[in-house]
């Protein structure tokens, strides 16, 4: 069974802080995508990662996929209370379910 | 807006009783998922459907069914409802099925069961 965990589960930061949310797997995906979700509403797409070693940025988001394509990385600069919410990594499932994989989350509080 | 649309927004319910959630796929997706997310929990897969046939299957309890139609809507039935039913389902599409396309989710239907 293919898992995706995240750490950490929480963090609680400043305004301004840099921090970074970990996608790890004993798998390899063929893709990745983060998705953040506030409370009360559906996850939102951030960026989808597709080739080993691949960097996106996305403002002051920056996402990495693993050259090996078994984890992923998301990085944040100068966080802002606006970042504040749930953070998902998902990967579909490649073992023949058609499923998508989600991981464990990461919830994400930035105090002004 | 993802462009996945859901209804109803909130429903409120009784133990013992049937529901059906709607969900309509973005213009051109095929695959259609349901998800479950109960208070401060993580997505809970139930099921999968890819133009009209079920693919894959989550945790789904016996009690909750599922069906896409011609059109792709999606509806999700839920029945004998109990109190640990009440989450957000949550219903989500994608162009084709999961490995190379990307998902996207509708805004949710907040079920409570009283």
């Known amino acids: 069974t293919q898992l995706l965990e995240q750490s950490p589960q929480f963090l609680s930061i400043q305004e301004g802080e840099n921090l970074t949310v970990y996608c790890n797997s004993s798998s390899v995906f063929s893709s990745l995508q983060w998705y953040r979700q506030e409370p009360g509403e559906g996850p939102v797409l951030l960026v989808t990662v597709v080739t080993g070693g691949e960097v996106k940025k996305l403002k002051r988001l920056t996402f990495q996929f693993g050259d090996a394509r078994k984890d992923s990385s998301l990085h944040i600069t100068a966080a802002q209370p606006g970042d504040t919410g749930l953070y998902l990594c998902a990967g579909g499932d490649t073992s023949g379910t058609y499923k998508y994989i989600f991981g464990t989350g990461t919830r994400l509080k930035v105090l002004a | 807006d993802s462009g996945v649309t859901q209804t109803p927004k909130h429903l409120i319910t009784a133990t013992g009783q049937r529901v059906t959630l709607r969900c309509s796929p973005r213009s051109g997706d095929l695959s259609v998922y349901w998800y479950q997310q109960s208070l401060d929990q993580g997505l809970q897969f139930l099921i999968q459907y890819y133009n009209g046939e079920e693919r894959a299957k989550g945790n789904i309890l016996e009690r909750f069914s599922a069906q896409q139609f011609p059109d792709l809507h999606s509806e999700l039935n839920l029945s004998s409802l109990e109190l640990g039913d009440s989450a957000l389902y949550f219903c989500?599409?994608?162009?084709?099925?999961?490995?190379?396309?990307?998902?996207?989710f509708g805004p949710g239907t907040r079920l409570t069961v009283t």
């Open positions: 989500a599409s994608s162009l084709g099925l999961a490995g190379g396309y990307e998902q996207y």
